[in-house]
């Protein structure tokens, strides 16, 4: 008895195991908040990827059980029934798998889930906001989660911002500066920068770098 389900990789090394909620509706905000988190990806790191999930699932479970991590072998030896197979490329759900069977119930085989099998009992919001309630309050990443994602060029002197460090809760800071120029051989030109470390844009470790920014309006 469970709503199980296993998650697993293309490679198919590791598989971790959910007892209770192993519907979609659980599964991806599960791989987005572990993605919002900065947590290294099934595909760069499986081991320390499958260890992040069942962190995630472990505190929002409680207690000592429903969840855990298990060499793979082969998709029919591993469907638990239920929800059956879940393959992720990265933080993305690649395919959904469940056993086929012929009419005298004998395996036939695997065949992938259709939109209408998925379960819609959990809306995506919620359960990223008990992801995060469950975590330690250190670990929590609070308004981080529905920010606005905006693209750096549009952020303004003034926003506040969020610092999202390598395998760090992102920090909220407010926008100093937008570049100007050259910073240590680098054209910063249109960058915002914050003071996180004194020397504003002249201090390259300033500046909120990459395509997009969470920011609080």
């Known amino acids: 008895m469970g709503n199980r389900a296993i ?3 293309p490679e198919r090394e590791l ?22 988190k900065g947590y290294r990806s099934p595909k760069s790191d499986p081991g320390y990827a499958f260890a992040r999930m069942a962190q995630v699932m472990g505190n929002f479970f409680g207690g000592t059980l429903s969840v855990g991590i298990t060499p793979y072998t082969t998709d ?43 379960d819609d ?3 995506f919001d919620d359960m990223l906001r008990a992801f995060d309630a469950a975590m330690p309050v ?3 990443l609070g ?10 060029g549009e952020v303004s002197v003034g926003d506040m ?6 395998e760090a809760t992102p920090t909220l800071v407010a926008v100093a500066g937008i570049g100007r120029g050259i910073v240590r051989g680098r054209d910063m030109t249109g960058i915002p920068f914050a003071d996180l470390y004194g020397s504003g844009g ?16």
Not at 15 to 36: F, M
Not at 202 to 217: A, M, Q
């Open 138 to 140: 250190g670990e929590q």
């Open 76 to 118: 029919e030896a591993m469907d638990p029934g239920d929800n059956g197979i879940y393959v992720v490329d990265g933080w993305e759900i690649a395919d959904h798998l469940r056993t086929e069977y012929d009419e005298d119930w004998k395996v036939v085989g695997m065949r992938s889930l259709e939109p209408g099998e998925e």
């Open 202 to 217: 002249d201090n390259l470790n300033n500046y909120l770098e990459g395509p997009t920014v969470r920011v609080l309006r």
């Open 161 to 166: 911002a969020y610092v999202a460090k390598y």
């Open 15 to 36: 598989g971790l195991y959910l007892h209770w909620n192993g519907g979609r509706d659980t599964v991806e905000p599960l791989l987005k908040y572990c993605e919002l």
């Open 121 to 123: 009992w959990h809306k």
């Open 143 to 152: 308004d981080y989660l529905f920010a606005e994602e905006v693209p750096i």
């Open 7 to 9: 998650i697993t990789t």
